[in-house]
């Protein structure tokens, strides 16, 4: 692990954002001698714009296929989504429990289970009814109360959430699922192994800052991925993005207070928001397992959260500490040096 002091100006929450042109070495006039065409298009999608970059041999062939990729992230969100009413995530938190549930969310919510428990419950999709606690308090003016945080952390408990591929049970009354630290991931990766599929020599997704990128080209022309400090002015490093995929979780996306104290993003054993990490960004080899670890790694801190990095295989990490220290696992440091 490394660190670095930075002034106390630059302590904005780290944003990821893709290079805008093509890899070094390859500009435009190498993809007209391949003919190769690069294709990009954005939606409102996930709660964010989700922007779709191919690399493909035919221009029409590649919008039509970014047409489907959009349709079915539609698709996923109707299984995935709290936001949507008659999404089946949406139908668990009404009943509590869901009979036949779709392939994706069961697959969703056991990995969410699976990080939970290797998070020690840093990590807990159970802790909607603390979030919800959190949004009716300050938006109302005032701090959740001591006995109102206990009673909602009494519904939160990853254990009490019951998955099989024939039902998912909410086992305590009251109790809430949201799936928005891990559900973008899943949705990126699937879209990333669609357009691939589809024939694209690369492809690059970004979903609001979480990233994948996937081609066989990507072994020897990754993306440049920038990641910057929140005022989108300075990157705090540059990393080559091959085929995998990294995600960032911060304070700045949804914050009661002012000062960023209290903010969307909550300590599942605690109710309160973690107060030592301002922003967390992390590489790993799919853009779900990255996007469930950025939020962990937010709520354990510098000290655990970059311990729980160096025992993962193929994962690193970046965050920025309340007071503006830039820390990393030692293969972050050297994944931002692989690309100039």
Known sequence: MS???????????????????????????????ARLHRVRETRPALGTLVTLTLIHPDPDEARTVLTGAFAGIDALEDALSRHRPTSALARLNRTGVLVDPPQ?????????RRWSAETDGAFDPTVLPLLRLHQRCYGAGRAPTHDEVADACARVDHRALEVTPERVSLLRPGMAVTLDGIAKGYVVDRTVARLVEAGAERVLVDAGGDMAGGGARLRTEPWQVAVADGSGRAAVDRIALGEGAVATSGDYLQAFTGDRSAHHILDPRTGRSPAAVSSASVIAPTAQDADALSTAVLVLGPVEGLALLARLPGVEGLLVTKGGEVRRTAGFGRRAGESG
């Open 104 to 112: 994706a969310l069961v697959r969703v919510l056991e990995s969410a």
């Open 3 to 33: 660190v670095e002091r930075r002034p106390p100006s630059r302590r904005d929450a780290l944003r990821i954002t893709a290079a805008v042109g093509l890899t070094l070495g390859m500009g435009g006039s190498v993809l007209r001698r």
